[in-house]
């Protein structure tokens, strides 16, 4: 990972797990089964690429720019995606683990999570218009002043979203999550 430019490249089981890489570019790039973890990965651009059974955990992305990258099978537990540029922010989420995450102030409508843990993870002021939850554990996630306008949470489970903070016109949400979104009454629902 010493050069400046990597386009096409695969990296397989590499461990940089506590080390510092700033100023790359990684285009159309592919990590299998990496180990990241603790590791600075500040002021990289990242474009179409993706992350296979990575270790990602508490890797921090200052000023990085994730233009269309795909996270699958990977542990992403306390990234700060809100310190990543904003300019062409576009992520997607396949059976990832995500505790502790933030998003806050994020621009990511359409963004999809499949069949992920999102577990006390902070959506404050985020903008997930037309986003999919599918299948996702969203126990302890903060939402507050959120954009979830036209959002699926239909097989998502375990949320606690408050109406009158959060955009959720026309969203989709399975009955069962009815209770989730009147938490703040405390009422008890049979």
């Known amino acids: 990972m010493d050069a400046l430019i990597h386009e096409g490249k695969t990296f397989t089981k590499i461990n940089y797990s506590g080390k510092q890489v700033k100023n790359r570019e990684f285009?159309?790039?592919?990590?299998?089964?990496?180990?990241?973890?603790?590791?600075?990965?500040?002021?990289?651009?990242?474009?179409?690429?993706?992350?296979?059974?990575?270790?990602?955990?508490?890797?921090?992305?200052?000023?990085?720019?994730?233009?269309?990258v795909h996270f699958k099978e990977c542990k992403l537990t306390?990234?700060?995606?809100?310190?990543?540029?904003?300019?062409?922010?576009?992520?997607?989420?396949?059976?990832?683990?995500?505790?502790?995450?933030?998003?806050?102030?994020?621009?990511?409508?359409?963004?999809?999570?499949?069949n992920s843990?999102?577990?006390?993870?902070?959506?404050?002021?985020?903008?997930?218009?037309?986003?999919?939850?599918?299948?996702t554990d969203l126990a302890g996630a903060v939402f507050d002043r959120t954009m979830l306008k036209e959002a699926d949470l239909s097989t998502a489970f375990n949320y606690t979203i408050d109406p009158e903070q959060n955009n959720i016109r026309k969203a989709r949400f399975a009955l069962q999550g009815v209770a989730g979104l009147l938490a703040k009454y405390d009422i008890r629902i049979a």
């Open 117 to 135: 843990s999102l577990k006390n993870v902070s959506f404050e002021n985020a903008n997930l218009e037309k986003a999919v939850f599918e299948n």
């Open 27 to 68: 285009e159309k790039c592919i990590f299998l089964g990496c180990d990241l973890s603790d590791s600075n990965f500040s002021q990289n651009r990242f474009s179409d690429c993706q992350f296979i059974g990575c270790n990602l955990a508490m890797l921090k992305l200052n000023h990085s720019t994730l233009d269309n």
């Open 78 to 114: 306390g990234i700060n995606f809100s310190e990543c540029e904003s300019f062409l922010f576009s992520v997607g989420f396949e059976q990832c683990i995500l505790d502790y995450a933030s998003f806050m102030n994020r621009k990511m409508p359409k963004t999809h999570f499949n």
